[in-house]
């Protein structure tokens, strides 16, 4: 089984600056895939940042600039470094991982979503 779990959301004023951490456990093979979405009232779930294993990282361009997503593969566990932040940014934040489970075969592909970390900016 694995497991996902989010910390660092918060309260902050706009130019302020949070940073979320994201420890993926459990039967862990090989961790692919990782991504910060995240969800404001009355809205959709959308996509922040995602990293790749080799690192290559892709944004939505409203936090182009001011988000860096990061990855310690070593620890299994993701970050997202939200600098800038904007009243706009305020929002549940979620972090998704994709990956293979299992120590023996058969190994099988999984998919986890943390439980969502909030995220409050003040103007």
């Not at 990855?71 to 800038?84: C, E, F, H, P, W």
């Not at 994709?98 to 409050?120: C, K, M, N, S």
Request: proline content about 4%.
């Amino acid at each position: 089984q694995v497991q996902l779990v989010e910390s660092g959301g918060g309260l902050v004023q706009a130019g302020g600056s949070l940073r979320l951490s994201c420890a993926v456990s459990g039967m862990i093979r090989r961790l692919n895939v990782m991504g910060w979405y995240r969800q404001a009232p009355g809205q959709q779930r959308e996509l922040v940042a995602i990293i790749t294993p080799g690192g290559s990282a892709d944004y939505a361009d409203s936090v182009k600039g001011r988000f860096t997503i990061a990855r310690d593969s070593a620890k299994n566990t993701g970050y997202l470094q939200m600098n800038s932040l904007k009243p706009e940014d305020t929002a549940v934040y979620y972090c998704n991982a994709r990956g293979i489970a299992g120590h023996l075969p058969p190994y099988r592909d999984f998919e986890v979503w943390g439980q969502g970390t909030l995220v409050t900016v003040s103007s």
